[in-house]
T-cell receptor
Framework: DAKTTQPNSMESNEEEPVHLPCNHSTISGTDYIHWYRQLPSQGPEYVIH???SNVNNRMASLAIAEDRKSSTLILHRATLRDAAVYYCIPYGGATNKLIFGTGTLLAVQP | EAGVAQSPRYKIIEKRQSVAFWCNPI?????LYWYQQILGQGPKLLIQ????????DSQLPKDRFSAERLKGVDSTLKIQPAKLEDSAVYLC????????????????FGPGTRLTVL
């Protein structure tokens, strides 16, 4: 299974962009990069996923390095509701189950 | 659309007692998952069902944990007897996955059941 490395914690100010990095240098060529987040006292929720190209949705953008060894989740304007643990997870090809690490705890200051 | 429902939300028991958790997945979702999340860690998959068949239970401590998904809809997870180290949040999730192995399959999680074993 591919190993991922994420910062333990990050801080941001409200309404500013946030870039959450993830290293996944051993990712399989067929695995997608999925991001989930977990708000306090809730179950994880899906954020975004991608394979090679950058992806955008209403929640965030995902920038994937050309060699696929790293990716960055971008929250364009952080809100207090974005305070959560963010998990980067290779999944869907060679890896057929979600394997959660410890993720990045994002704190958003007003 | 209703989300994944779980009950109870909280449970406190003494060690060696038994406990059961219930999950109702999103309507039409073929695949159901149970995860265990210990404080400070990410969720860990315990068991995965597709319809009412087990796909993966490699991480399930089968000497004390059991799970079933009758009729391919609701599921129950049971612990008997409970140990102190079973204190955790138990999360249920579901996904459409019809066994096609789609790598984009999104999992939808319930709010979890927080178990405290004294």
């Amino acid at each position: 299974d591919a190993k991922t490395t994420q910062p333990n914690s990050m801080e941001s100010n409200e309404e500013e962009p946030v870039h959450l990095p993830c290293n996944h240098s051993t990712i399989s060529g067929t695995d997608y990069i999925h991001w989930y987040r977990q708000l306090p006292s809730q179950g994880p929720e899906y954020v975004i996923h991608g394979l090679t190209s950058n992806v955008n949705n209403r929640m965030a953008s995902l920038a994937i390095a050309e060699d696929r060894k790293s990716s960055t989740l971008i929250l364009h304007r952080a809100t207090l509701r974005d305070a959560a643990v963010y998990y980067c997870i290779p999944y869907g090809g060679a890896t057929n189950k979600l394997i959660f690490g410890t993720g990045t705890l994002l704190a958003v200051q007003p | 659309e209703a989300g994944v429902a779980q009950s109870p939300r909280y449970k406190i028991i003494e060690k060696r007692q038994s406990v059961a958790f219930w999950c109702n997945p999103i309507s039409g979702h073929a695949t159901l998952y149970w995860y265990q999340q210990i404080l400070g860690q990410g969720p860990k998959l315990l068991i995965q069902f597709q319809n009412n068949g087990v796909v993966d239970d490699s991480q399930l401590p089968k000497d004390r944990f059991s799970a079933e998904r009758l009729k391919g809809v609701d599921s129950t997870l049971k612990i008997q007897p409970a140990k102190l180290e079973d204190s955790a949040v138990y999360l249920c999730a579901s996904s459409l996955d019809m066994g096609t192995g789609l790598s984009t399959d999104t999992q939808y999680f319930g709010p979890g059941t927080r178990l405290t074993v004294l």
